[in-house]
């Protein structure tokens, strides 16, 4: 192929994506509408796209610019100077590396255990998996949705001496609200346990959130007991997809997450971060985004976004049939309805009106529900937002909500998911209308009939079914 030929292939193929920019994909991007700010990302990814952050003495730009951000990042969250650094790859590369540094800082510790909220991100969930550190997940105030401090410092006890660490959001993906950081951080210091903070989706706007005089729960350094602080900036600082930050409250804190080989035949591997060879495109990228906006820019940005984010509660307050699952800390909105129709059919009628809005499924006693992420692009089109909206709850309740056809709820339900095969998974697809039986899938244009038998399955049995999903469809 030539190149006009390659660009008008590139072209066609993200025709099919969905837009990350314009304020109406309300997941996954983030748009800070500035098109100067984009332009500069781009300019500097494509200029450090070939470098590589495995050497800092081999590409000192590199190191220079991650100690930039680090600074930036330790003024913003209020940290004394032996807070200390590192750019990732994003907002679970920052947590696992936390897991992983808590866990080898105390090698004595055969059966490591970390403490979490339910409703704390899954990066967690990954990290424990990876790393072999028991999750005990401690259920969240059912009204709420914050962590529950005093059944967290119970779990403490329960474990003893083999919690490596304790971790609460600022605020939560699923329902955007802060944990107690206060109250559980002060157990955690008295415990001597480290805790961490998941800020990968508040903090870059919660600090200027405070800025404009709103009412923010303390949740940075300044609280004795936070040892390490995850904020992604490839989320609210606006930058292209690539860059977290993760910050240990000292030097020693983050020993543990070094890795160094010497014990074999080639250079000394020597790595902060979970990637060896890594572009500092994405860095560099952040580095000059981060300096363009600036202190004043984005709290002009957060500014915009929580007029968005009210002006979206308030429009939503007024609606038929949908009603928020609890007022947002920050400027993430969680949407249920009233039992008349389904969030799946909701999403799907949105989509259909040009808005991306991500079903989150039920989890316990808490119902399936729809998650919207603000940015800075979305608040002037919250009046379109409100329109399109009461025209997809119509549109849904006129369906009434999802009935599953009763031999499919059975036959998904009686899958083991231990032994869930390519056979069994065939069967699934063709009986979902997903496949013709013959292996290959399709992604049909109405989710809802599949988000809701996903629903009902037990979540083990949803992670075996999407697993060999994307499975198929990468094959
Ligand atoms: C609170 C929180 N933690 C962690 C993550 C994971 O970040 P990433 O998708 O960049 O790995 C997210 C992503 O939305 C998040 O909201």
Known sequence: MNAD?????????????????????????????????????????????????????????????????????????????????????GGTESILLAVQAARDALPGATQPVMIVPTTIHAAFHKAAHYFGVERVSVPVDPVTKRANAAAMTAAMDTYGDRVVLVAASAPSYAHGVIDPIEAIASEALARGVRFHVDACIGGWVLPWAEHLGRDVPPWDFRVPGVTSISADLHKYAYTPKGVSLLLHATPYLRKSQYFASADWPGYTMLNATTQSTKSGGPLAAAWAVVNLIGDEGYRDLARTTFEGTAALVAGIEQQEHVRLV??????????????????????????????????QMSFGDMPASVHLTVSAATAPAVPEFLVALAE??????????????????????????????????????????LGSGGGEVTVPERMAPVNALLDVAPPALREALLIAFLDRLSR
């Open 5 to 89: 030929e390659i660009l008008r292939r590139l072209d066609e193929l993200r025709a099919a994506d969905l837009p990350t920019h314009g304020g109406r994909t309300m997941a996954y991007v983030y748009d800070s509408g500035l098109a100067d700010a984009d332009e500069l990302g781009k300019q500097a990814l494509a200029m450090y796209a070939s470098t590589n952050g495995l050497d800092p003495t081999a590409f000192p730009s590199l190191l220079a610019m991650e100690r930039d951000l680090v600074g930036f990042a330790r003024t913003l969250f209020h940290g004394a100077d032996e807070v200390v650094g590192t750019v990732t790859s």
């Open 326 to 359: 609890v007022r947002p800390d920050s400027s993430l909105v969680t949407l249920e309805t009233d039992g008349a129709c389904d969030v799946f059919t909701i999403s799907d009628e949105m989509l259909m009106r040009g808005w991306f809005v991500q079903p």
């Open 392 to 433: 997809s709850v119509r549109a849904a309740v006129d369906v009434g909500p999802i009935r599953i056809d009763e031999e499919l709820r059975a036959a998904a339900i009686a899958i083991d998911p231990e032994t869930l095969d390519d056979e069994a998974f065939d069967g699934l697809l063709a009986l979902a209308g």
